[in-house]
């Protein structure tokens, strides 16, 4: 069965359910999540795409992100992925969301109501090679720094997200 997301509007209200390519090709607003995980050294866990992803391969990007799934609370979405893309599996904590636009030269767009959660991790995660193709660890400050100097290794969507909730990531640190 091919994997599904669940169409919203402006208020995260579901209004339905389409195939996430077809969701993509016709950049309907869908609900989803981006995962930032810290460790006790106030740094990022960022993971670099697998050369085979079908969009932006080998760029790099929050920890991980995807799509609910019908029936799946946002937490448990972002533990799932976790585990799926990353290996573990750790607390996490919704700190907001919003919505955002980001089209691909391969003429997909990801329109996207997206769920931001934060958790903590003090180990290497067991990275599935299927979908990431490494990982490092970088403050907030050396990820700013880094993306205005090579905006091109990143992410379209993580470029976005990070700007929008870098005050929120900044503040959330101070709990860890």
Known sequence: MKEQVILVDAHDNPIGFMEKIEAHEKA????????FVFNDKKELMLQQRAKTKY????????????????????????????????????????????IYKAPFDNGLTEHELD?????????????????VESHKWMTLEAVKKDMQENPEIYTAWF??????SYEVLNNSLTNI
């Not at 937490?75 to 904590?93: D, H, P």
């Not at 769920?115 to 979908?131: A, C, D, L, R, S």
């Not at 470029?159 to 929008?164: L, R």
């Open 28 to 35: 309907l607003l869908h609900r989803a999540f981006s995962v």
């Open 55 to 98: 969009h932006s391969p080998l760029l790099w990007t929050n920890t991980c992100c995807s799509h609910q799934r019908v029936g799946e609370t946002n937490i448990g979405a972002g533990k799932r992925r976790l585990q799926e893309e990353m290996g573990f599996v750790c607390e996490l904590k919704d700190i907001f969301s919003f």
């Open 115 to 131: 769920h931001v959660m934060v958790g903590t991790f003090n180990n290497q995660p067991t990275i599935n090679k299927e979908e």
């Open 159 to 164: 470029k976005i997200i990070f700007d929008e």
